[in-house]
């Protein structure tokens, strides 16, 4: 660097040193070095966020003064580093105060024990009570937690002893399950009608994601050794799926927040799929960008608005369409997108952002310094032409002046644009290239424990090892993996525990090699346990099972080094002498390389070593219990025992009669004597697990899944259906109540296998927002055997094995028809219908009867619902002037709209509780396609809806119409409907909307 070129960088540094002194600096407590509200109302109020984002200004500018060297600049560096080191361990300190919450947390989730969102800036204690504020912002822990790491990975000590570590590792476990807890969001208010309500927000679980990513494997102590960081490598997946899909909205009443600018850019960099990334900034940039002042937080934002009510926090629900239109634009989200466009080197938006963000600069009295200000709202008179002209009108500034957030973006985007630093100076971690990560290749080692399994295995040409040849080497199942992390983060003298107890272990978590000890330790998938649920016996579903883990791992895999699948194959697996035959296909193909198409590897242990990813599990005094023998597995599978069928299912029937008529709780005896010898009865066999109340150890999480992705799920037929609500504690027992101790199990398979689907392929659950399983076990039944009456047909699915009920359900869930099959002896014909799965198709029928009620009993029971519907709805309750429409007795307020914007969950979800009030699929799928046409036309025509309109008497009478046409004899279906009327198909000269 020229001398001149020196002399210039090190002037403007002395501007940036100047306005980071009196913007920050001089606003610091001298003793805490917390920032304060500038609000009166909030005097001393230390809120983490607001101080988190002022240190990224400090650390630049010091990171500048480092690059220009000499000893003036060096000095001014180091009195900026120490700044941070006491802002971030006073915020440590606040929240060490309250370890009591962290501990009560980590069990119960929730408002009731969550850490405070600030602190008083002079005393390091809570400002306020615990439910005066909402306090629950799982955003804030995780960004403190992101700071650290990245701050940590750059030189700085902030932890100074094992205590400390200790409970940087305990919230770890605080916000490791981010992806399930609902909290008040960024804004801390939670739902935008601001009554208090938690929901789940994306930018919670991005940031808890980052921080989570970033502290995995981190020694605290800067390279001085100690202890490394744990993050359960499967909570972090969870993050990434449920994030990815629920981007580009924010949460169930926000359908897209300008917030999400700090998630899919600095400083969480969280998203690594950059189609969405970008389809996130689209959305963000056409519904809530505006061209002068910034953007808004989130459509119908009332907060500092004209409209709005400043005597109370909260807003009633009708008030939200007074904001539509005129919501405050916040110079904040320029910031952002400056970041994001220097980050990714877009020189242009760089340079767009940057003259927005120069125009809006105005002096401040106290300092002289150009700064920017907290938003700007549009005046009383000028409301209705910004309305009609959305961004025609001049705003003016409201709100803190300078406001610290926004000005401190802008300081870092400043010194970044003028080259005084790096992008990966403020990102030492490398967390901005998480978009180009390479999927790795899966690598499988095949272990058994006894010589003959071993032997059959070598025959098949497939690489195994026995395990008493692997030395220091210790076999665990899955489930044994808790033991591990029990003590990691105890800390005696905060009373804080270990990590919280869990039912199930992640693929993530045992695909890594693990040291302790002097030993090797290796976990077995989970889904190769033998449990005491049915499904774990059927050898094809485990081998699809294992196949859909390789996928998943290859899709959200981010350790270091490559994924290492250990396979235990025991005994159980042989059968008169020879390996099962969906394993022997499964290890066929794994040896030939391709599982399913996708990239594996099998070879021996001692090959993978160096290739692996490898933990290091120092914290450990002993080895865990629990370890796989190298000796003969002694277990012995209930389907290696010989039964007479027909018998022990009339034992089977006998004893369910029994319960039922009894309801005796003390045949878990007779259950469990006749589950051992039930064979490969499968309805024996869930009969068995419902009277024993068995439960998939997958169960729970298949739940939160599915729920966490904004899916309604019920249990039981109409009108005894019970809707699964987190935490779901009792749901074995609901089941059991509700589907019949020969349905329960049945309901398990069909919730996991949703879940699975969710996790694997998404795409098939699109259009589903409420999912009743009850009605899909109907669905199942009647789909593959036909014209049966349905306990008929219930009987023979009972007795589908596991995974023949998976590719039904996957089957139906596409489209496609099932061949029917009314004894054991069919099961052929099934199995060859299934054989092949591709893309959704129409459903083919070899003579058109029937095919368009059975499609309408599909999408009924299913409740499958057309691209745009909601959006639709949501127009057509806009446009009518009354209460209403009426569905079947249920009402679509109009109301619903002055609270909701048409793309929000929320408004699909109060639409679904509707729609799944009628009972029967194929009435329901009537009544939807008659809302949709009705919406159509009165959008179309341009019309006003000034009465209430009921749904089921326009059914009524275009049925009536109908058979004014049709001469022949109908025979009646349901609610009055012909049987002929509801196979017709939808359009067309003697479809269905001609009659409407």
């Not at 009731?112 to 629950?136: I, P, R, Y």
């Not at 004893?655 to 039930?678: K, N, T």
């Not at 309750?877 to 709209?897: F, H, K, N, P």
Request: charge should be negative; charged fraction near 20%.
């Amino acid at each position: 660097m020229s001398g001149r070129s020196r002399n210039n960088s090190a002037a403007r540094l002395d501007v940036y040193h100047n306005a980071v002194r009196h913007l920050l600096l001089n606003r610091m407590h001298p003793v805490t070095g917390l920032v304060s509200s500038a609000d009166s109302r909030y005097k001393d109020h230390a809120w983490i966020r607001d101080n988190l984002y002022c240190v990224y200004p400090l650390w630049a500018l010091s990171l500048a003064f480092r690059r220009q060297g000499g000893m003036e600049m060096m000095s001014l560096a180091f009195e900026l580093e120490r700044t941070i080191i006491k802002l971030m361990r006073s915020l440590l300190q606040c929240l060490m105060r309250q370890a009591d919450r962290v501990e009560c947390f980590k069990r119960s989730p929730g408002p009731d024990h969550s850490l405070h969102a600030k602190f008083n800036a002079d005393t390091l204690e809570a400002c306020v009570g615990d439910h005066e504020w909402g306090h629950l912002q799982m955003d804030a822990i995780s960004l403190f937690l992101l700071n650290l790491a990245q701050l940590t990975v750059s030189g700085f000590n902030i932890i100074y002893t094992v205590d400390e570590v200790g409970f940087i590792q305990n919230l770890i476990y605080y916000i490791e399950q981010t992806y399930r807890i609902p909290d008040y969001g960024i804004w801390e208010r939670g739902d935008k009608t601001n009554q208090g309500r938690t929901e789940l927000n994306a930018t919670s679980v991005g940031l808890a994601k980052a921080a989570l990513e970033s502290l995995h494997d981190l020694e605290l102590f800067a390279g001085s050794g100690g202890f490394a960081l744990t993050s359960n490598p499967d909570e972090i997946a969870h993050c990434a799926a449920i994030l990815e899909s629920m981007l580009p909205r924010e949460s169930a009443s926000k359908e897209v927040d300008s917030a999400l600018l700090s998630i899919v850019g600095f400083p969480a960099f969280a998203v690594d799929n950059s189609s969405l990334i970008e389809t996130t900034k689209t959305e963000i940039k056409e519904k809530l960008e505006g061209p002068v002042y910034g953007a808004s937080r989130f459509l119908r934002d009332g907060y500092r608005t004209v409209a709005e009510d400043r005597n109370r926090l909260h807003y009633e629900s009708h008030e939200l369409k007074n904001f539509a239109g005129i919501e405050c634009h916040w110079p904040l989200f320029y910031c952002f997108s400056l970041l994001n466009a220097i980050f990714s080197d877009d020189k242009t938006s760089a340079k767009h952002y940057r003259s927005l963000l120069d125009e809006l600069l105005d002096p401040c009295e106290d300092t002289g310094l150009l700064c920017l200000h907290e938003l700007y709202y549009v005046p009383r008179d000028s409301v209705a032409a910004e309305r009609n002209t959305p961004g025609s009108q001049k705003r003016f500034p409201e709100g803190q002046f300078p406001h610290i957030w926004s000005q401190s973006l802008f300081i870092v985007a400043q010194l970044l644009m003028e080259g005084l630093i790096s992008p990966g100076e403020l990102d030492p971690l490398n967390r901005r290239l998480i978009t180009v990560m390479t999927p790795p290749q899966v690598q499988i080692c095949v272990l058994t424990n006894d010589y003959l399994t071993h032997s059959l295995i070598i025959k098949e040409g497939v690489t195994c090892e026995k395990i008493a040849d692997l030395h220091d080497t210790k076999i665990y199942p899955g489930s044994a993996m808790h033991n591990v992390w029990t003590e990691l983060g105890s800390v005696k003298s905060l009373g804080l525990s270990g990590r919280p107890p869990y039912d199930y272990t992640g693929i993530q978590s045992t695909s890594r090699l693990y040291y302790a000890q002097g030993h090797t330790l290796l976990f077995t998938p989970s889904c190769m346990s033998r449990t005491d649920f049915h499904a774990s016996f059927d050898d094809a579903l485990l081998c699809e099972d294992i196949a859909t883990e390789v996928a998943y791992l290859i899709r959200w895999w981010r350790g270091q080094g490559r994924p290492t699948l250990v396979l235990h194959i025991d005994s159980s697996f042989v059968e008169n002498g020879s390996l099962s035959p969906p394993l022997t296909s499964l290890l066929r193909a794994a040896q030939a390389g391709s599982l399913d198409g996708l990239p594996v590897q099998c070879g021996r242990l001692s090959d993978f070593r160096s290739t692996s990813c490898i933990h290091q599990l120092n914290f450990l005094k002993s080895l865990p219990d629990g370890a796989l023998e190298s000796t003969v597995d002694p277990f012995e599978s209930p389907f290696k025992i010989f039964c007479d069928g027909s018998e022990i299912r009339e034992e089977a029937e006998m004893l369910h009669e029994y319960y039922e008529e009894h309801r005796d709780e003390d045949l878990s005896g007779a259950f469990g004597s006749l589950y051992m010898r039930a064979g490969r009865n499968w309805s024996v066999l869930r009969i068995c697990c419902g009277g024993l109340k068995s439960r998939h150890s997958y169960l729970q999480q298949a739940i939160v899944s599915l729920l966490v992705r904004q899916k309604r799920l019920t249990v039981g037929l109409p009108p005894f259906e019970s809707e699964v609500r987190l935490p779901a504690d009792g749901i074995v027992d609901t089941l059991h109540r509700i589907c019949g101790i020969d349905g329960a199990a049945l309901a398990q398979e069909i919730i996991i296998h949703l879940a699975d689907f969710a996790r694997s392929a998404p795409e098939l659950l699109e259009g589903l927002t409420g999912l009743r399983t009850g009605l899909i076990v109907q669905l199942l039944a009647n789909e593959v055997a036909g014209s049966l009456p349905y306990e008929a047909a219930f009987r023979w699915l009972l007795d589908t094995s596991p995974l023949e009920l998976k590719i039904i359900l996957k089957r139906v869930l596409i489209g496609q028809e099932v061949a029917h099959c009314h004894s054991k002896r069919d099961m052929s014909a099934v199995r060859r219908s299934i054989a092949s799965i591709h893309s959704p198709a129409s459903i083919p029928s070899s003579d058109g009867m029937g095919l368009w009620k059975r499609r309408r009993r599909l999408d009924g029971a299913l409740n499958r619902t057309p691209y745009g519907f909601y959006q639709l709805i949501w127009k057509l309750l806009d446009v009518c002037r009354s209460e209403g429409i009426a569905v079947q007795g249920r009402m679509l307020y109009s109301g619903w709209t002055y609270e909701m914007t048409k793309s929000e969950i929320k408004f699909a979800l109060l639409v679904e509780s509707v729609m799944t009030a009628i009972a029967e699929p194929v009435y329901r799928q009537l009544l939807l396609e008659t809302l949709t046409l009705f919406a159509t036309a009165v959008l179309e025509w341009g019309s006003t809806v000034v009465t209430v309109t009921r749904m089921e008497n326009i059914l009524s009478d275009a049925h009536t119409l109908f058979l004014n046409d049709y001469k022949e004899t109908v025979n009646i279906y349901s609610h009055g409907l012909s049987e002929q009327f509801c196979d017709l198909a939808p359009s067309g000269q003697y479809g269905i909307i001609s009659y409407r």
